[in-house]
């Protein structure tokens, strides 16, 4: 008896398991339709400010797909499948193209842009004069752009991503390390990047009230500052946690406090209006 019901659980596990394999497929092949038509794509931008006077200082521009049939679908989801199945160069591009034709849309402002890039993107040959062709081809100065890297970069042995970062850097783009501390590789390791700016994860946000929370955040605030790196504190979604970052040294502020991402049009309204480009201020 009870070697028939494990039978009939593989079974329905097995079915399960058909129905996943099946749907991820389907998904492969859907993303690589949709960034031929570009039509269920989209780009949105989470604004990002200073603390000190709470104006806006850099949008985050963030990929968004509108499946026909399973609606919307997260990064979190699509983007290891672009980079499993070879599409994340054609992703990046796709972003890269629709962040810089959004500057070059708002004229007489002076905000920048930042864009996630994966590792598989960085090591790909031709990746840096592909970033700067993208800036030229808008007329932007390089230092509008800031690349978000994660952790993964680091661990990058033949220094292919290296390179790329160096060239980039000496042209002016800037970088940042995103979700800085919760990846696995060392400080060390993370520190011989050449970075502008880290990007304080979600994580030690949520837990900044809890014991041992803000200790924490300074001494990473202290370590980028002795390093002559920036800092942000990343998914901010309440105004007491505005205030402890901003008292222990925060640079600059993400989240859905300040702002969630804004559709193309809300961005460009956002940015036409000066005005509107600045928080109120919480010291
Ligand atoms: P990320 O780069 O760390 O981006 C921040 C994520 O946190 C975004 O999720 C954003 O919407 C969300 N977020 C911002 N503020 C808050 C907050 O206060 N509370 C909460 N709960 N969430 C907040 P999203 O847009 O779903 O993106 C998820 C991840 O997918 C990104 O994390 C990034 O790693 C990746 N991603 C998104 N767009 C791209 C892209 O164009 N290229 C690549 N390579 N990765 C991308
Ligand atoms: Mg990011
Ligand atoms: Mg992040
Ligand atoms: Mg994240």
Sequence with gaps: HAKAAGRNTFA????????????????ESDLATALETGTQLAVHYQPVYSAIDGRMSSMEALCRWMHPT??????????????ECGLIQKLGL??????????????DCDVGISVNASAIE???????????????????????????????????????AAAAIRSLRDAGVRFAIDDFGIGTSS???????????????????????ENGGAPLVEAIVQMARHK????????????????????????????????????RPNTIRLLSQQEQTRVSAVL
């Design 12 to 27: 329905v596990f097995g079915t399960h398991m058909e129905e996943i394999l099946r749907r991820r497929r389907a998904l």
């Design 70 to 83: 399973f609606g919307a679908i997260s990064p979190d989801v699509f983007v290891p499948i672009a980079e």
């Design 94 to 107: 796709y972003v890269l193209e629709e962040a810089c034709s959004l500057l070059a849309d708002v004229q």
């Design 122 to 160: 960085l090591m790909a040959p031709g990746y840096a004069l592909r970033v700067l062709t993208m800036l030229s081809k808008f007329s932007l100065d390089p230092s509008r752009l800031e690349i978000e890297i994660t952790e993964r970069v680091a661990t990058d042995s033949e220094g292919k």
């Design 187 to 209: 400080f060390g390791q993370l520190l011989n990047l050449n970075v502008d700016r880290i990007k304080i994860d979600k994580m030690f946000v949520d837990q900044l009230h």
């Design 228 to 263: 002559g790196l920036k800092t942000t504190a990343e998914g901010v979604e309440t105004a007491d946690q505005r205030v402890t970052l901003t008292s222990l040294g925060c640079d600059n502020l993400q989240g859905f406090q300040l702002s969630k991402p804004l559709n």
